[in-house]
């Protein structure tokens, strides 16, 4: 079965057979592309076999056919989702700042209804990582409360730390993005299977700290075990960005991948829900790093 949780697993891997971008679409009239001396290839017996979308309308032995006439996805459909998903976090962000400000008058009720609607995002985001099929107006549902929620975490630091940590935040997101994608599209960066497990391991170990750091914090004050302040929460902060564009590369070959295989059209909205969630988990590294070295 392959794992449909967007947020840890990414949905371009198959648990059963290991790596699913290995094997290519077949050519008609020809073997699987990239079966030979491919150590993760399924038997020329069944060239579908590990293209995880074979059953959604595919039939086995049968070539692939155009995207354009069978409603499969393409890249123009995620970037349109992508876009729509985004610009829904940057709309509403922008208003939650302008609405709701930081300050001394308004300061419990926009920090209340930021982290409201914080929680709300988490619990969207999670409901949609665990269905089988994307829900468009759920996953532009979380986009809106993420927006707000960014919105009040972003006028508080522009407020209380440093005025210019937003637009460099915000600049840096744009700046791993781009040299992510530069780098996997030129093959400086190889997508395989060492290079899954390795994120998932390096993910997995990141968040169950920063948990025991959260802990800590609520539990004993302070800054718990120091992971998010000093010279420990610089070390972190980069390591969670580094992590955000190793999330990247992965989403860049889960679209690959989707395209190759003949995914369904609304796949492209899975698309564009992992790509925003791995966007947001940088500019949060980002922000929060520039808050650590701007502050006093």
């Known amino acids: 079965m392959r794992s449909r949780n967007p947020v840890f697993s990414r949905r371009g891997f198959s648990r059963d057979n290991g790596y699913a971008g ?39 032995g049968a070539p692939p056919q155009a995207p354009a006439t069978t409603g499969r996805m393409t890249m123009d459909d995620v970037v ?11 709309v509403t962000a922008v208003l ?10 308004n300061l419990n009720k926009s920090y209340g209804i930021g982290v409201a609607a914080g929680l709300v ?26 927006g707000v929620f960014l919105g009040v975490i972003s006028s508080a630091v522009s407020t209380y730390i440093a005025d210019g940590v937003v637009a460099q935040a ?6 791993v993005f781009a040299g992510v994608l530069v780098a996997y599209k ?4 190889r997508v395989n299977r060492r290079f899954y497990g390795f994120v998932m391991a390096a993910a997995l170990g990141f968040v169950l700290l920063m948990a025991v750091n959260l802990l800590f914090t609520v539990f004993g004050g302070g800054d718990g075990l120091g992971f ?17 564009a190793c999330f990247l590369a992965l989403d860049f ?15 492209a909205w899975f698309a564009a829900f992992g790509l925003t969630l791995t966007l947001v988990w940088i500019y949060m590294e980002f922000l929060r790093l520039l808050s650590i070295l701007n502050s006093d």
């Open 80 to 90: 349109a989702r992508t876009a729509t998903t985004l610009g829904t976090v940057v």
């Open 22 to 60: 290995f094997n290519a679409a077949p050519q008609a009239g020809g073997p699987a592309v990239g079966t030979q001396g491919n150590p993760y290839a399924q038997p020329a017996g069944n060239p579908y076999a590990q293209n995880p979308y074979a059953q959604q309308g595919l039939q086995q």
């Open 186 to 189: 030129a093959g400086w960066i």
């Open 96 to 105: 939650s700042w302008l609405l709701l400000p930081v300050d001394e008058a």
């Open 228 to 244: 998010r302040s000093g010279p420990l929460g610089i070390v972190f902060g980069v390591i969670g960005i580094l992590l955000g």
């Open 170 to 175: 915000v600049m840096g997101t744009m700046a």
């Open 253 to 267: 070959k889960q679209v690959e991948d989707g395209i190759t295989y003949g995914a369904p059209r609304e796949e």
């Open 121 to 146: 995002a988490m619990v969207l985001a999670f409901v949609q990582s665990f269905k089988r099929r994307p829900a468009p107006a759920l996953i532009l549902s979380y986009a809106a409360f993420e």
